[in-house]
């Protein structure tokens, strides 16, 4: 079945300590992706890989990084979470075939909070 | 600037109408996704459009690149329906591609 899995679904941590998120796909996707959704902002674009070791801001990428080590995994890393990070992160894949992009397949969300 | 649109911001119909959202963008796009949120929280993308118009059982989209403008329909509406669309267009920087989402429509079907 092609997914995007996302762990962990649920975290609660403290400012200042260190956590990663993590991102897989099972469907050979080039494209990845990292979105925050918070109210009354929609969803918004932090970090995305085009391939392997190709990685570019978004429009939110301040206090995040990210590697593309290999095709499947996307990580997300806080590495001093703060508790304005408190939001629902979202990963998602798509395949980029001739040029254009194709359908985005969306992990089932990771809700954070900062403490 | 890469701006995204959406009207309206909440939609509230009675089962069996025929639904429109609307998405305006500002400049040129390479792809424009129309997305569903349910409110369990979960996003599933409905299309992916360049150009004209795609349907998938009563959900048709349309895109009109001269007036930078896409709409999704729902045709015979049903409870089920109700949740949260999102339009998201993708630009083109520089053989970068970015998403921007509209903030979303929240639909809400009346039985």
């Known amino acids: 079945e092609a997914q995007v899995t996302q762990n962990p679904r649920y975290l609660i941590t403290v400012t200042g300590k260190k956590l990663t998120v993590t991102c897989s796909q099972n469907m050979n996707h080039e494209y990845m992706s990292w979105y925050r959704q918070d109210p009354g902002l929609g969803l918004r674009q932090i970090y995305y890989s085009m391939n392997v070791e190709v990685t570019d801001k978004g429009d939110v990428p301040e206090g995040y990084k990210v590697s593309r080590k290999e095709k499947r995994n996307f990580p997300l890393i806080l590495e001093s979470p703060s508790p304005n990070q408190t939001s629902l992160y979202f990963c998602a894949s798509s395949s980029i075939a001739g040029g254009g992009t194709g359908e985005l397949f969306f992990g089932e969300g990771s809700r954070l909070t900062v403490l | 600037k890469n701006e995204v649109e959406q009207s309206p911001q909440n939609l509230t119909a009675q089962e069996g109408e025929f639904i429109t959202i609307n998405c305006s963008y500002s400049v040129g796009i390479s792809a424009l996704h129309w997305l569903q949120q349910h409110p369990g929280g979960g996003i599933v993308s409905l299309f992916m459009l360049s150009s004209g118009k795609k349907k998938h059982g009563r959900l048709i989209a349309t895109i009109n690149i001269q007036e930078k403008h896409s709409s999704l329909h729902i045709t015979a509406s049903h409870p089920r329906d109700s949740a949260v669309y999102i339009c998201?267009?993708?630009?083109?920087?520089?053989?970068?591609?970015?998403?921007?989402f509209g903030t979303g429509t929240r639909l809400t079907i009346i039985p």
């Open positions: 998201a267009a993708l630009f083109f920087n520089f053989g970068n591609e970015k998403l921007t």
